[in-house]
């Protein structure tokens, strides 16, 4: 007996119409409807209620889980065939994985070292630091050095800042990496007290990067 004629029987059994059994579940007399006639089939949720409401049992396909030797078997026996009809999978598998990896590694590790490599690198989050600048006009020529914490951790970086006077002689810069997003002049007042303990008030040849110093520290 198919599902449809066991609701119409059941519910017939039950003296329910079509509009009175679809209120006991939530459902339109049209949805009834549909369900005695074949046109659709009801849901899990609604086999539920329609078993609570009506008593009624539905045969399902017995589904079996197979054990582990026989699961084991059947991937096996499935292997070959998996690797005849997609033989790239085999041919580029393991290299393409070695690629991604050596690709992530050398992100990873390749930090502040080149701005356009430190734009895409996911690895970089973007930093705000803080930097005392020169007076005059600031182009990408040299590298200053931008404090990101209280404990004097930052990155030499160079950016376009423009023409800087000696009451905005300082800048806050967001950065990713060797990347600059944002460079804002700024006055030494507008730096944060424990920023200021740090950072010098003016520019001087102290604060000039030497050469065996890294490029982030």
């Avoid at 074949?38 to 008593?55: C, G, K």
């Avoid at 000696?166 to 990496?177: E, I, L, P, Y």
Wanted: with cysteine.
């Amino acid at each position: 007996m198919k599902t449809g004629e066991k609701i119409r029987k059941k519910r017939r059994e039950y003296n329910l119409t079509q509009k009175e059994l679809g209120e006991k579940i939530g459902v339109s007399d049209k949805t009834i409807s549909s369900w005695e006639n074949n046109r659709t089939l009801p849901d899990i949720e609604m086999l539920s209620l329609l078993h609570q409401t009506l008593d009624l049992t539905f045969d399902f396909p017995q589904t079996t889980i197979p054990d582990e030797g026989a699961e084991q078997e059947s991937s096996a026996s499935q292997q070959p065939c998996l690797e005849k009809k997609h033989p790239f999978i085999k041919k580029v598998g393991f290299p393409l994985v070695f690629m991604l990896s050596a690709v992530f590694l050398f992100l990873f590790n390749y930090q502040y070292k080149n701005e356009t490599i430190d734009r895409i690198n996911p690895f970089l989050k973007p930093r705000i630091g803080y930097t005392t600048l020169p007076t005059g006009y600031i182009d990408k020529s040299t590298e200053y050095w931008v404090c990101h914490d209280i404990f004097g951790h930052g990155a030499w970086l160079s950016f376009h800042a423009g023409e800087v006077t000696s009451s905005k002689n300082h800048a806050v810069v967001k950065h990713k990496g060797k990347h600059v997003m944002n460079v804002r002049l700024i006055a030494w007042e507008s730096i944060p007290a424990d920023f200021q303990d740090i950072l010098s008030l003016d520019y001087d040849d102290s604060l000039k990067k030497t050469a065996k110093e890294p490029d982030a520290h």
